[in-house]
């Protein structure tokens, strides 16, 4: 969907190279043909942003573009063309709906609008992604993953992505692990360290616990459960909790994590949080993920 995206653009404009695609340009692609987006997986919520994402391998980076006039069209969901998604890619793609709701709903650039759609994508996915997983034709769990994904989108598409997303791409791009595995990797630490520095943040995280019967009690304690469920949930489906359980080369992480600070700091889903980390809290935090220690600091 993200190529299809940046593909139609190049009907009115055939020589302009990805990153050219710019969010203030208009292309008027619609004279041409119209973006209908069928998703086969359940995840990234393309069919309901404008956002592209593709990957320049040249550099190993990820490029994130867009223009609202990539929104598309008409968005498909039907629960059968997901059926067949192997179970690895189901997690893969189902950590990606979790941080995109979680990270939509507390979103410094959201409003009450992207609120609604965060917190029903949160409490579907922690109730239907362990079934999409356990069981790939359970077309109820595949029909309300689909639609959490599309409400992630909705969420994150209209407010920003967060920490979770701007580490998360740091070490895809640099390790080429898989955009849902390493954003959902990143996003228990990154909600761990905007509790420690926001207590306004902290109070709706202390909602969407609550709201997903997660805990009741103070908001810290219900922050704090929210973390626990994110990480009981990737553990369910097989997903690492670390780094380490990446089986990345602690050598070779370690030699990369000034790339991958200065990846994560050029991206402005870093700066979308109500506790935005400069070059040493991001070393920590990438240092403390490799571990899998719960950030303290
Ligand atoms: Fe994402």
Not at 174 to 184: I, N
Not at 248 to 271: Q, S, W
Request: proline share 4%; charged share 25%.
């Amino acid at each position: 969907m993200d190529a299809a995206k940046a593909i139609i653009i190049l009907l009115v404009k055939p020589d302009l190279e990805p990153d050219c695609i710019i969010a203030s340009d208009t292309y008027n692609f619609r004279d041409k043909a119209r973006l209908m987006a069928i998703p086969t997986t359940s995840g990234t919520g393309a069919e309901a942003t404008w956002a592209i994402v593709l990957t320049d391998t040249n550099e190993n980076r990820k490029l994130g573009l867009g223009t609202t006039e990539c929104m598309p069209d008409v968005a498909i969901l039907d629960p059968v063309m997901v059926t067949g998604m192997p179970t690895q890619i189901t997690a893969d793609t189902g950590m990606d709906v979790i941080t995109h709701a979680i990270e939509g709903y507390v979103s410094t650039w959201g409003t009450s609008i992207t609120e609604g759609p965060g917190l029903i994508a949160t409490r579907k996915t922690f109730e239907y992604l362990p079934k999409a997983h356990k069981n790939g034709d359970d077309l109820e769990a595949r029909k309300e993953m689909q639609n959490a994904a599309i409400l992630g989108g909705m969420s994150f598409g209209n407010s920003m992505a967060g920490l979770g997303h701007s580490t998360g791409h740091a070490l895809g791009a640099l390790f080429h692990v898989p955009h849902g595995r390493a954003v959902g990797l990143f996003l228990p630490y990154t909600i761990e360290y905007i509790i420690n520095g926001s207590e306004e943040t902290t109070a709706k995280y202390a909602e969407m616990a609550r709201f997903c019967h997660i805990a009741s009690g103070s908001d810290k304690e219900c922050a704090k459960a929210l973390v626990a469920k994110v990480r009981a949930m990737a553990n369910e489906i097989g997903q690492p909790l670390s780094v380490k359980d990446c089986g990345i080369d602690k050598a070779k992480y370690e030699e990369a994590v000034p790339g991958l600070i200065d990846r994560a700091l050029n991206e402005v889903m870093t700066m979308t949080v109500t506790r935005v980390p400069g070059e040493e809290d991001l070393g920590k935090i990438f240092r403390y993920a490799y571990e899998g220690k719960s950030v303290d600091f």
